[in-house]
T-cell receptor, first 113, second 117 residues
């Protein structure tokens, strides 16, 4: 069984551009969570999608957005990139809200120059 | 107040020794889940073990066990017979049920474990 997959693994963008990150959850999982792991800040919750809807977002500005598709895969979009957006972005999937499983993908390392 | 506290920023351990990584948590929920993850330098977060607040037995997964002391709000990870490949960052995390998982997992700051030959 395939795990959580994220693409691309690395992404380099310039300040002001937009970045799109993708996540495919484990088959049968309907919830997708996005996290940002910036140097020195630890893992911070970004967004939660379940059954195609945005259910909650963390303390991030609106230029961080995303969506979940009917097949439960998800996109994270970051607009008007800033240097401090450079981080590892991790996606996790769960079989519905509050599940006992939370498996992560390998992450997308975004570098803003 | 921090919800997850990992007091050991770094640890050096001899190969084949047992390791205990500390984690304390803070929640007013009666129902919650505790997770441990391993993050090697590649960045991937690898799920190790889960403990539910109502689970009476301590969780075990191969060489990993979770020493769950509910009254002390402690969920330490024990790695038996450590191996060189265990060198990595280890994160303790909690999911509180009151929000239905809305806030995802809350992570501690991690412990950098280095296994020495």
């Amino acid at each position: 069984e395939a795990g959580v997959t994220q693409s691309p693994t690395h992404l380099i963008k310039t300040r002001g551009q937009q970045a799109t990150l993708r996540c495919s959850p484990i088959s049968g999982h309907t919830s997708v969570y996005w996290y940002q792991q910036a140097l020195g800040l630890g893992l911070q919750f970004l967004l939660w999608y379940d059954e195609g809807e945005e259910r909650n977002r963390g303390n991030f500005p609106p230029r961080f957005s995303g969506r979940q598709f009917p097949n439960y895969s998800s996109e994270l979009n970051v607009n008007a990139l800033e240097l401090e957006d450079s981080a590892l972005y991790l996606c996790a999937s769960s079989p519905g809200q509050g599940g006992t499983e939370a498996f992560f993908g390998q992450g997308t390392r975004l570098t803003v120059v | 107040a921090q919800k997850i506290t990992q007091t050991q920023p770094g640890m050096f351990v001899q190969e084949k020794e047992a390791v205990t990584l500390d984690c304390t948590y803070d929640t007013s929920d009666q129902s919650y889940g505790l997770f441990w993850y391993k993050q090697p330098s590649s960045g991937e977060m690898i799920f190790l073990i889960y403990q539910g607040s109502y689970d009476e037995q301590n969780a075990t997964e191969g060489r990993y066990s979770l020493n769950f002391q509910k009254a002390r709000k402690s969920a330490n990870l024990v790695i038996s017979a450590s191996q060189l490949g265990d060198s990595a960052m280890y994160f303790c995390a909690m999911r509180e049920r009151s929000g239905g998982g809305a806030d995802g997992l809350t992570f501690g700051k991690g412990t950098h474990l280095i296994i020495q030959p």
